[in-house]
């Protein structure tokens, strides 16, 4: 039986058990290998984590005004499959361009994302934090755009493309809604 439910048996004040192996661990460290259970590792404060995303500018820079070529990026990942959709929305027209991925890799998204866009006007896209988004800056050579990114779970940043993707998501499901038996 543990100290901490002997005490409460015998009326007297308890305490808890991380309090019992703390102070056995400070003050009596011999005693340590006694103990019957180890006790939990005390976790880590959370530290700010850095982007791993380099030279990002945040969505907040990007000019007022909806003049042509700004473009919105996301990315459709399907529930039944390891298959992926490159949406890109512009924000004036509305114009879509869907593209499927092979995969979900950084190569992969920025060589499909430079194909969906070539040859159209293209002066900014704005991204979302993800990770296949890291190769950004190749785009920016590629198209001579400016790359944004959302500030992290900001997703409202990017309506126009985050409605699409839902309307996207919407098919997919009345899609599959048949095949289920």
């Known amino acids: 039986m543990c100290i901490s439910k002997r005490l ?3 009326g007297r004040e308890s305490v808890s058990h991380t309090a019992i192996y703390r102070w056995i661990r400070k003050e009596e460290p011999a005693l340590e290998a006694y103990l019957y259970r180890s006790y939990h590792k005390p ?7 850095t982007s791993v995303i380099k030279w990002r500018v945040p969505i907040a820079h990007r000019p007022e005004g909806r003049e042509s070529g700004q473009w919105e990026s996301g990315l459709v990942v ?12 512009e ?17 992969e998204n920025s060589s499909v994302l430079i194909r969906a866009l070539r040859g159209l006007p ?28 959302c500030e992290p779970y900001h997703s409202w940043e990017k309506g126009t493309i985050e409605n699409r993707n839902g309307i996207i998501r919407q098919y997919q499901e009345y899609r ?3 095949d289920k038996p």
């Open 78 to 89: 399907s529930r039944r499959s390891k298959a992926a959709l490159q949406t890109c929305v």
């Open 122 to 149: 293209c002066s900014s896209i704005a991204y979302d934090n993800g990770i296949e988004n890291v190769l950004h800056q190749k785009v920016n050579d590629a198209l001579g755009c400016v790359s944004y990114f």
């Open 8 to 10: 409460k048996l015998e």
């Open 43 to 49: 976790r880590r404060k959370n530290k700010a984590r």
């Open 91 to 107: 924000r004036n027209s509305r114009y879509v361009r869907i593209s499927p991925l092979k995969d979900h890799s950084a190569n």
């Open 176 to 178: 599959f809604q048949g």
